[in-house]
């Protein structure tokens, strides 16, 4: 088990930025893929965006493309999601998990082994 840790959820206006944090305290962080989910009230969980362990591939759901930027700094070992232009149905939980094989590119929940607690974002109209 990797414990994983989002942070940076908020209360955010319509067009307005934040930034969400993975963090893990396991080394071997640094060699899994990892994707952001996120979950609206009634709603299935959705992919919104992946990175390859090295972080020199990155893929976005297409509603996030050119919005979301998806980065992370192995060294510290954090994953970071950028999102801009934030629109009301934005709004959900937001997941961060972990897939030790490394694979790239997966978008399904049942390619990661590993899931944090989730942060709440917001975005008022």
């Known amino acids: 088990q990797v414990p994983l840790v989002e942070s940076g959820g908020g209360l955010v206006q319509a067009g307005g930025p934040l930034r969400l944090s993975c963090a893990a305290s396991?080394?071997?962080?640094?060699?899994?893929?990892i994707g952001w989910f996120r979950q609206a009230p009634g709603d299935e969980r959705e992919f919104v965006s992946a990175?390859?362990?090295?972080?020199?591939?990155?893929y976005y759901a297409d509603p996030e493309k050119g919005r979301f930027t998806i980065s992370r700094d192995n060294a510290g070992n954090t994953v970071y999601l950028q999102m801009n232009n934030l629109k009301p149905e934005d709004t959900a939980v937001y997941y961060c998990?972990?897939?030790?094989?490394?694979?790239?590119?997966?978008?399904?929940?049942?390619?990661?082994?590993?899931w944090g607690q989730g942060t709440q974002v917001t975005v008022s109209s």
């Open positions: 998990a972990a897939d030790p094989q490394g694979r790239y590119g997966r978008t399904r929940v049942y390619d990661y082994d590993y």
């Open positions: 990175i390859s362990w090295s972080g020199g591939n990155t």
């Open positions: 396991e080394r071997t962080f640094r060699s899994y893929a």
